[in-house]
């Protein structure tokens, strides 16, 4: 599984912003995929995650719902996270992943920075 992620950046509070994730190596029929977020010397944690065969079985967590939507381009193999009315509490390094259906995320793909400024 190979996973590339970009379209970070620096934004203004209450601007937006949207990720991309390049995927390959991956069964698409049998994998969800998602986006963590890290906060310095914090434990990485959930953002939000797609069943890639069946984009409308999506799930957020709660400080991202609303706000952000996950998406994928069969056709680009690209995951994307779109990203609206950034806080700055939403500065992190943002990473794209991979699993199975009914394992953990095990994939990464590097992390992109989201800075937001106040």
């Known amino acids: 599984v190979q996973l590339q992620a970009s379209g970070g950046g620096l934004v203004q509070a209450g601007g937006s912003l949207r990720l991309a994730c390049a995927v390959s190596?991956?069964?698409?029929?049998?994998?969800?995929m998602g986006w963590f977020r890290q906060y310095p010397e914090k434990v990485r944690e959930f953002v939000a995650q797609?069943?890639?065969?069946?984009?409308?079985?999506?799930g957020y967590e709660d400080s991202a719902m609303g706000r952000f939507t996950i998406s994928r381009d069969s056709a680009k193999n690209t995951l994307y996270l779109q990203m609206n009315n950034l806080g700055p509490r939403d500065t992190a390094l943002y990473f794209c992943?991979?699993?199975?259906?009914?394992?953990?995320?095990?994939?990464w793909g590097q992390g992109t920075l989201v800075t937001v400024s106040s």
């Open positions: 992943a991979a699993r199975r259906a009914g394992q953990q995320f095990n994939s």
């Open positions: 190596g991956v069964n698409f029929n049998d994998y969800f």
């Open positions: 797609i069943q890639w065969s069946n984009s409308e079985n999506t």
